[in-house]
Nanobody, 123 residues
Framework: VQLQASGGGLVQAGGSLRLSCAAS????????MGWFRQAPGKEREFVAA????????KYADSVKGRFTISRNYAKNTVSLQMNSLKPEDTAVYYC?????????????????WGQGTQVTVSS
């Protein structure tokens, strides 16, 4: 699976962005999908994940209620709608695909990664 993330940019605090991750290959629906982010000098951290069926989702406490993850099987895409953005959301955002049976918050449990897209939130 090859992943291509897009949609990042510069936005003011309180604004919104929608990230998209396009997946190649015919096995997209077999993978759970996740979004992670990494700020300068910090470790990569979990943001959100969605199961292969699209039924189950999981969010980091820091984004719960503000971010929404979804997937489109017809387009082989997974999206992250980010509302009420804060300066602390500034990071490079990565999408990832994992073959595990449960939604994981650990990067090591994801098999494929996109190249990342920069999100900058100004105060």
């Amino acid at each position: 699976v090859q992943l291509q993330a897009s949609g990042g940019g510069l936005v003011q605090a309180g604004g919104s962005l929608r990230l998209s991750c396009a997946a190649s290959g015919r096995t997209f629906n077999r993978y759970s999908m996740g979004w992670f982010r990494q700020a300068p000098g910090k470790e990569r951290e979990f943001v959100a994940a969605i199961s292969s069926s699209g039924i189950d989702t999981k969010y980091a406490d820091s984004v719960k209620g503000r971010f929404t993850i979804s997937r489109n099987y017809a387009k082989n895409t997974v999206s992250l709608q980010m509302n009420s953005l804060k300066p602390e959301d500034t990071a490079v955002y990565y999408c990832a695909a994992g073959s595990g049976a449960t939604l994981s918050v650990f990067p090591l449990n994801y098999d494929f990664w996109g190249q990342g897209t920069q999100v900058t939130v100004s105060s």
